[in-house]
């Protein structure tokens, strides 16, 4: 049982069902991350969380006190919104501060406590000013500084970058993680940049249509994404998804994959189960930094496949240089260094470092264990 | 693309093009705007007229009106005509002037607008941060106090009236406007908070505030706009109202709509003009004062509310 349980929790609205049996938990101090794409019922089920929505069933818990009741004054949690929903009347100080002042704490009491978040957040400077002159990015600090002075068990955010520029979103995203790390508190933290939830989770849900697709770390859900939906939202480039049939060659599994002209090309699979699914169609996952040149293969790797193939296009990107090659009826991006030799139009020898690539069902869409 | 824009060879190119249908647009801009100008000249003009003959009539003696001479400047001023529709002219058979009912329908006023306001304000609230099942069929309802006549509700009003004990007095007269005016002010409000982000009520309710905190101290600060507008149409309708006036508070405790009415059927033998239209701009200015103290934000509202809503 963690700090923060969600027990086999639904939404309807009405009759039609938005979130379907979620099961997920927080140990204290942990940074859970949920992420999908847009329409996903991630913020109704923050929003379930703080109070703000009805559970329609299950069970939401905090510290051990099951809250599905409970107001959300009253659930020792504070948001930090999309919009950041700062009171306009009100000055950054008012805005801090009204929490506590709701909560019946004494003025001195206050006071000090919008000093030091204030201090904290290096908005000390900001206080007397109206929400409207401030900018996007102090707006933000605002707007974690009413949450932080609350000094709550479980902190939830709702997209807090999303209105920042790109610069900045990356600026506030190690801020948020150093303000985690200093703090060490509970936080739940929705998202639907898969680059965010990477970087700051300790754990991540992934969701999709209202159903929860995989909850693990970081690494787990990177390395060994649950599905096919998980393996294309998760990782950019995302990961390749390759057409391929099974065979048995000398005991072990190889996976055939065609390319534009028909012809197949064999690459040798690390995992010793698949060779169950001889004559049958897999879906090959295989991440663009696991294709390569021969002299980028990881060294680490017991089985680095070679794999002669056209190139179609290269996109340099500064530290890295993306090669497209067709295979499978895909275009799949191998993620090379930027000194790497390959033009457009030529036969290449590429190395795929098959221990990092998993197999699904193409039927099932799941990954096959 | 920024660096597109910020070449400064770019630059005047872009900025070269552009200057001779400029100078095209402008030169017949100033055609069109002196037309417009006359137009609304002529216009404002027409309006102010009457405005003017009243002024200048009020301020003559009876004699050089009768004498037939309406149009011209007054040869003597005087401000007897003022003082009288005041204070002394005979309003029925009490030679009272309009104070006593202009206090009357100051009485009647103030409460009336600030009341319906008010519960406008709150209506406007619930109808959009705390939604319930039917609310949108109940605002619907709502709003058909806007279209319905005056003189439907005459006699149930009149019925009501008298079971509340309220007839006859200034404070069946405020009922009267709160619920009559109610659908006015809470569409007003209804409208201007549903562009109002609902993600702050979420977060005082997690702040700790309840459903009246919420109102007073993040809701109605906000609403200063919508206020105005509110505020301006209700005490124009109700200070100019008539028919309620005349029909549930005759006698001491009409509003001056209704006095200033009797003011000019009451003089026997001579008809003082002069007196009439004294009267007549006292128990107007009320209202021209409200305009043009809060005519800009009048406008200023209501463009928030649309452009919001
Ligand atoms: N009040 C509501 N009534 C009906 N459907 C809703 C309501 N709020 C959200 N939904 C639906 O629930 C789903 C999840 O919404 P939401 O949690 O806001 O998604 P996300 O935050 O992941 O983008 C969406 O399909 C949305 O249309
Ligand atoms: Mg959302």
Redesign the pocket.
Known sequence: MGFLDIRNVTKS?GS?E?LHRVDLEAEEGEFLVLV?P????????LNMIAGLESITSGEIAIAGQVVNHVHPSKRNIAMVFQSYALYPNMTVAGNITFGLEMHGVPRPERERALRDVARLLQIEHLLDRKPSQLSGGQRQRVAMGRALVRDPAVFLFDEPLSNLDAKLRVDMRTEIKKLHQRLGRTIVY?T?DQIEAMTLSTRIAV?NA?HVQQFGTPKEIYDRPANLFVAGFMGSPSMNLIPATVAVEDGTPVALIRDEGGEAHRLRLSQPSLAAWAGREIVLGIRPEAITDPDGADRQSRNIQPLRARVSVIEPAGSDTFVATPLGGREVIARMRADATARPGEVFDFAVNMDKAVAFDPVTEARIP | MSTLSQNPLAGPALRAAPVPSQETAVRTGRVTRVFIYLVLLLFALFYLLPFFIMLINSVKPLGEITGGNMMALPREWTVEPWMAAWSTAQIGVQPTGLRPYFINSILMVVPAVAISTLLGALNGYILTKWRFRGDTILFGLMLFACFIPFQIVLIPMARTLGILGLAGTTWGLVLVHVVYGLGFTTLYFRNYYAAFPTELVRAAQIDGAGFFRIFWRIMLPVSGPIAVVSIIWQFTNIWNDFLFGASFAAGSGAPVTVALNNLVNSSTGVREYNVHFAGAILAALPTLLVYIVAGRYFVRGLMAGSVKG
Do not use: A
Request: hydrophobic share 30%; glycine share 24%; aromatic share 6%.
């Open positions: 609205y039609v938005v999908g847009s329409g996903c019922g991630k913020s109704t089920l929705v639907h969701m209202g």
